[in-house]
């Protein structure tokens, strides 16, 4: 994404690269904020509760989505 022209110099992008910059940015902020994001300074306790966290809303969201899922298909 960090091409330039073989011209003149100038980078090679316009508009495609100032979206693909902005969402890199939006993504690294959105995981930053992530309640489940473990940071470098967190202890080993925090960690385990964290990647704990992480697991038991992964199967909430398991569970929500089947029943979705299941309510959608039993009409038909």
Not at 42 to 70: H, Q, R
């Amino acid at each position: 994404m960090k091409d330039t022209c073989e011209h003149c110099g100038k980078g090679l992008g316009g508009r495609d690269l100032e979206y693909h910059e902005i969402r890199e940015k939006d993504s690294k902020a959105n995981k930053e904020q992530w309640i489940f994001h473990i940071k470098e300074s967190d202890g080993p306790l925090m960690v385990l509760m964290k990647k704990t966290g992480n697991l038991f809303y992964t199967i909430y969201m398991a569970i929500l989505t089947f029943l979705a899922w299941l309510i959608a298909v039993l009409p038909g």
